[in-house]
């Protein structure tokens, strides 16, 4: 049969580096086909040429077997080639009716008018043909982010896409919320559309792909069929190397110090009443559902954000932490689950995000700067973090995340940090760093360090943590040994308020 | 443009790094001279050049304490009538109170700082957008300079060396074939001060940061309340600075004179390629855009241009740059 979609050798340089080499791809109508591969891969680019963003140097793209050009977005909506980008585009004042059909409004009285009954009615067509429950007369802005992506994916079908790209579509979203995309994509494929899904996520692809792509270095590796290939191929094709799934081996604290311990905080509904310590050495991981309270926590322990009440104690002296340069002065660095926002400063070199914690202490007199001293603590955190950057002028947006997410580490190591919070330390990094990113975190809790690791991931978390903090709806709903199992933490997990009366008493010892 | 050609220039449009966009601004700067002097012979005299500099100096010095507001991510609209405020006070220390020169200069830098720190405070503690809480302290000091000096010129004839602040000539008196008025002097010296601060300093590079992440700066354990408070009210005490160096060559303080003066400044900064989003910019790209916009006036002027044509010319420049600087951004 003929493929709905071919790219054909396809080539793209920027300047300085080239990001596609031989890429191909072929999509078939009613299939997902997952595109994988790390970060920097060439996932990202390749797609964004089938949907007219970028051009492409060389190689060709079929259509139903015809030759296209696709030259901008536009172009590609006409061919009915729909991406939905990470990023979600959506006015959030306007109504789910008045996004999709953004200036392509149905109007009335000679086009002088809106016709907004049409809008929604229409709008209602296609949200019954995803056999999606929502109101077309609603603000986007009001509805979760889940929904929005439905109102994105209404959008790309109202421009009767044939071929529907997403872009990590489950990163934002819980697991009832993912059930009901899975279904709607599900729909999409018994109508014929092609959709190419990129993911970091191998349990996704085996539950929804059909066949999977992987790209390396820009290249194409090649193509499996999704059931029967074994996930440790598929990353094996995608590192390069096969990777061991390993469990920490969980040495004995119980003579270590209590470096940091937390008592009683609580925030609204948000957090509540929640209590635990961590030794010297330690990775404490917390685990639980997305709003279980976990990033909360981290940022009221940091002074990122206020508390109602509740003690942090350093080494058994109660520290009085208000905004975060209280927990800096404490020796308690956070590293964010949004790096680009809250972690780097993007616009900035290399160098200075590794100092910025840690500026006035390369200040001199006059607060005059010593680069020198700058450039040398800089440059050898690059090295024992082996962050791959051309020199340490390198703007920080240009590196890759999981490069990105070493400075930031790199940040607190230099600041000199007791204690370390990393929330969702490996969200957006590809395989291959993820590995790194461990093996840092394991080494760093050789050192001494205390450290506490939120992931959403349980895998992640079993990996990682020598004790597991489970948290839901704002508790601490339990703190289990390593090695517990997932079905005990997911126990935990949603452990509602009813059936926990009694407060958790896993953490205070 | 075409939908082709726009795409195009995704792929292989222009390509501007922010040093090139300095050269191209400084280029328009040396082509504009260029032209002016070809059409008319008086342009390029010496006296005419060193008007055209003496013109520039309290736009220059106004626009580089802009710049480092802006650099922050944040806008001052109150540099024009802070620069009236502070000449205000030094007319009232010197003509009204009769102290010495020396004082009267302080009082006008400590005007401006005590001004920034106020708009600073607004903005990093109160969380006022700079917009809002500048445009306040604008009419704010507005009024102030109203009600001090008694809606009256308020002139300096008590301290007959505070004319020599701007008008006089310290290089002129030691190569007399160079009679450069100390404004001039002061603008590069200011200058050069704010250039220093801002690329060698941590008060500078925390400026940078602030306008690229304030919250990441923040979560990293920095008062940044702390550094946003400094920079404005450095910028206030260069605009301490700017009061001095107008009411020196007015030989008054002018309580109705100041509004409108912030525009010329910002667009200054603009055409010199500092971006009003913050994280980036420079000193002498200001001074460049504050060069081309006197150039500018001067030329005009001179080819007998009307005055209305002139802030024509201007605004369209204005354009200009900010979307060279767009077609810059574009490629990153």
Redesign the interface.
Known sequence: MTALVAMKDIEKSFPGVRALHNAQLDLRSGEVHALMGENGAGKSTMMKILAGIYRRDGGEILLDGKPVEINSPRQAQDLGIGIIHQELNLMPHLTAAQNIFIGREPRKAGGLLLDEAKLNADAAEIFASMHLKLDPRTPVGGLTIARQQMVEIAKALSYRSRVLIMDEPTAALNDAEINELFAIIARLKTEGVGIVYISHKMDELKRIADRVTVMRDGEYIGTVPAAETPVEKIIAMMVGRALSDERPVVPDHSNSEIVLEVRNISRGSEIRDVSFSVRKGEILGFAGLMGAGRTEVARAIFGADRRDGGDVFMHGKKVDIRKPEDAVRAGIGYLSEDRKHFGLATGMDVRNNIVLASLSRFAGTGGLLREAAMHDAAVRYIDRLAIKTPSDRQEARLLSGGNQQKIVIAKWLLRDCEVLIFDEPTRGIDVGAKNEIYKLLNALAQQGRAIIVISSELPEVLRLSHRIAVMCEGRLTGILPAGASQEEIMHLATLRGEQNNKPAKGATK | MS??T???N??SGP?FSGAQHRLLAFASLIALVTVFSLASPNFMQTSNIIAILQATSVNGVLAIAATLVIITGGIDLSVGTLMTFCAVCAGVVLTFWGMPLGLGVLAAILAGAASGTLSGTFVAKLKIPPFIATLGMMLILKGLSLVISGTRPIYFNNSPGFTQISQGSLIGSVFPTLPIPNGVLILFLVAIAASF?LE????G??T??LG??E?????????TNRWKIAVYALAGSICGIAGLLIASRLNSAQPALGQGYELDAIAAVVIGGTSLSG??GTIIGTLIGALIISVLANGLRILSVAQEWQTVVTGSIIILAVYTDILRRRRL
Do not use: C, K, P
């Not at chain 2, 060698?200 to 008060?203: A, D, V």
């Not at chain 2, 919250?215 to 008062?223: D, K, P, W, Y």
């Open positions: 939908t082709t726009s795409t195009a995704v792929s390509r601060i060698r300093t941590i008060l590079r925390f940078f940061a690229s992440n919250e990441a700066v923040r979560l990293s354990g920095v008062n994280g980036r």
